[in-house]
């Protein structure tokens, strides 16, 4: 019979897995509370930190839809709910665990894909989303700017070559007499 404590915590976790963007889950065994409270500052508003029961986790998972954790969910087990940049959460965490060799991540969940422990550490590689942003912006303005002077490009020629067509005529024309003229 499930008490009402479980039936909570089942409750609010699924709510939790239903609300992030993604899941890390972790092995703390070995970490101090200091150490965890750390992690959690270290994490910042981007991720909650929790510390879970497994039967309760996959349950939890489960009734959110969430179906590829289970093989993570054994020994001692955290959860990292990720709500914003799942990169800038993978690298609190990898950054974390290099220097506490105790934290271990097993794998996770990033909208709806399994990841594994190696595919979270190639996430927290990559850069975070708003240096992307700025790239993708700067490579758009820079494409732009090319094609503006792509297509400005023939209009000045041809305005450079009748200037100097014009000048040519404009001298010649003073100093050399016109064709009929010279017919006469």
């Known amino acids: 019979m499930a008490t009402p404590d479980k039936v909570a915590a089942v409750e609010e976790m699924t709510d939790k897995f239903r609300n992030s963007n993604a899941a890390v889950v972790t092995a703390y065994t070995g970490l101090s509370v200091a150490q965890l409270k750390d992690l959690r500052r270290s994490l910042g508003d981007n991720a909650q930190y929790r510390v879970v029961k497994n039967t309760l986790t996959k349950i939890a998972a489960k009734e959110a839809g969430v179906t590829t954790l289970d093989e993570f969910l054994q020994g001692s087990t955290a959860v990292a709910f990720v709500t914003g940049d799942p990169v800038e959460a993978a690298k609190g965490l990898r950054d974390f665990a290099k220097t506490n060799p105790a934290l271990v991540i097993k794998g996770g969940v990033l909208d709806g894909k399994a990841l594994s422990a190696d595919e979270i550490k190639k996430l927290a590689d990559l850069e975070s989303r708003e240096v992307l942003l700025a790239k993708l912006a700067g490579g758009m303005k820079a494409s732009m700017a090319k094609a503006a002077a792509t297509f400005q490009a023939p209009l000045t020629k041809f305005?450079?070559?009748a200037d100097a067509l014009r000048d040519k005529v404009e001298q010649g024309g003073?100093?050399?007499?016109?064709?009929?003229?010279?017919a006469e």
């Open 159 to 161: 305005v450079r070559t």
């Open 174 to 182: 003073a100093g050399t007499p016109a064709p009929a003229e010279a």
